[in-house]
């Protein structure tokens, strides 16, 4: 089954520890992006990439990072985690950047405490 | 900047009534245009996109490049329909893609 898959789906952790929430896709995606839903903001990419070893910033970047190894793989890492960077997050992936359809995760449920 | 903005939050229909979810965009270039819906503890998917001008589970939405507006209609809303309606635009080209997204429209359909 096509699907970009994200782990872990729930995720309590404190401030300044170091976490990783893998994000995967298994239909050869060249575009793979990360975005946070926030109550009241709607959804802001963070980071994305258009395709292997080629990332750049989205709109809120700041304390967070990512790499793009392999084609499927693209994970966000946050180097220390805080309490504003509690919040739902998801991964994209799409087959190119022009007018393509983006399928999303099922989404990544952060909590910084 | 492109800006893609939903003026409604909340939006609430009854059974039955006509819906419309309002989408306006600021781009300089030639849009792209897409509605996304998220069900209730489901992963956003692509509902629409405005360069296929189809109908997808009785909705339509109409580009209009003079009001830089996107709305999403439906004649007749069902149960089903309640979610949360996501309007996007994406900016292709070069190394500079983008997809940003309003802020989301959640629409109640009452029996």
């Known amino acids: 089954e096509a699907q970009v898959t994200q782990n872990p789906r729930y995720l309590i952790t404190v401030t300044g520890k170091k976490l990783t929430v893998t994000c995967s896709q298994n239909m050869n995606h060249e575009y793979m992006s990360w975005y946070r839903q926030d109550p009241g903001l709607g959804l802001r990419q963070i980071y994305y990439?258009?395709?292997?070893?080629?990332?750049d910033k989205g709109d809120v970047p700041e304390g967070y990072k990512v790499s793009r190894k392999e084609k499927r793989n693209f994970p966000l890492i946050l180097e220390s985690p805080s309490p504003n960077q509690t919040s739902l997050y998801f991964c994209a992936s799409s087959f190119g950047w022009a007018n393509t359809e983006a399928f999303f995760g099922q989404g990544t449920r952060l909590t910084v405490v | 900047a492109q800006r893609v903005t939903q003026p409604e939050k909340l939006l609430s229909v009854f059974k039955g009534a006509p819906v419309e979810l309002k989408c306006n965009y600021s781009y300089s270039g030639s849009p792209e245009l897409f509605w996304y819906v998220q069900y209730s503890r489901q992963r956003l998917q692509l509902l629409l996109r405005h360069i296929s001008r189809e109908s997808i589970k009785g909705f339509t939405a109409d580009l209009n490049k003079g009001e830089t507006s996107f709305h999403l209609k439906k004649p007749f809303a069902q149960e089903e329909d309640s979610a949360m309606y996501y309007c996007a635009l994406s900016k292709g080209g070069g190394s500079n893609y983008k997809l940003t997204f309003g802020k989301g429209t959640l629409l109640t359909v009452n029996p």
């Open positions: 990439s258009m395709n292997v070893e080629v990332t």
